[in-house]
């Protein structure tokens, strides 16, 4: 059964890079599409992007060319870089997979999620 | 950009009540469109996918319906465990979730 753990610091600053990385364990990570989705205290989820095999990435047209998500598969690992924070970008950020299936765009694996503040 | 509308944002009702929660697209998406349950502090959990789909271990009483620009997911016979907060996510161009729709004990 496979397992999502997303790991990082939970604490940034404002102006800096939040970065976090998703541990996929207990599956393989090709011929899926891999997810970032966040979602702020009381509030409703938001996708950021999603990557496939290392080559091919999707963003939320609304994060504005702050973002950037990358796999390394050897490490059965992928990660989110997003830029210029503000508090307006503290949330739980979870990691999640969609099917080995072209046809779904769903998400059918999630990470527990973790807690990133932005804040001096 | 395809925008998701769910309503009602909030709807009580008690358990064993038939439970119907809309989400409008303002674009067609065909039938890509899945359905979540959250629970508080939980990450989502996946209900239902191609708009009408069980995914493999959900419940039943469970069903989604639509296509084009408008969805529905109902729950037969609320249990305890159902009153959460319900996503539907688009998947025909990008991904975009609604604002969600709370489900509380009347």
């Known amino acids: 059964q496979v397992q999502l753990q997303e790991s990082g610091p939970g604490l940034v600053k404002p102006s800096e890079t939040l970065s976090l990385t998703c541990s996929v364990s207990?599956?393989?990570?090709?011929?899926?599409?891999w997810s970032w989705i966040r979602q702020p205290p009381g509030k409703g989820l938001e996708w950021i992007g999603n990557?496939?095999?290392?080559?091919?990435?999707k963003y939320n047209p609304s994060l504005k060319g702050r973002v950037s998500i990358s796999v390394d598969t050897s490490k059965n690992q992928f990660s989110l870089k997003l830029s210029s924070v503000t508090a307006a970008d503290t949330a739980v950020y979870y990691c999640?997979?969609?099917?080995?299936?072209?046809?779904?765009?769903?998400?059918?694996?999630w990470g527990q999620g973790t807690l990133v503040t932005v804040s001096s | 950009d395809i925008q998701m509308t769910q309503s009602p944002s909030t709807l009580s009702a008690s358990v064993g009540d038939r439970v119907t929660i809309t989400c409008r697209a303002n674009?067609?998406?065909?039938?890509?469109l899945a359905w979540y349950q959250q629970r508080p502090g939980k990450a989502p959990h996946l209900l239902i996918y191609?708009?009408?789909t069980l995914e493999t271990g959900v419940p039943s009483r469970f069903s989604g319906s639509g296509s084009g620009t408008e969805f529905t997911l109902t729950i037969n016979s609320l249990q305890p465990d159902d009153f959460a907060t319900y996503y539907c996510?688009?998947?025909?161009?990008?991904?975009?979730f609604g604002q969600g729709t709370k489900v509380d004990i009347k």
């Open positions: 999640a997979r969609e099917p080995d299936d072209i046809s779904r765009g769903d998400l059918d694996c």
């Open positions: 207990g599956g393989s990570m090709s011929r899926h599409y």
């Open positions: 990557v496939y095999n290392s080559d091919t990435t």
């Open positions: 674009q067609s998406i065909y039938n890509w």
């Open positions: 191609k708009a009408s």
């Open positions: 996510q688009q998947y025909h161009s990008y991904r975009t």
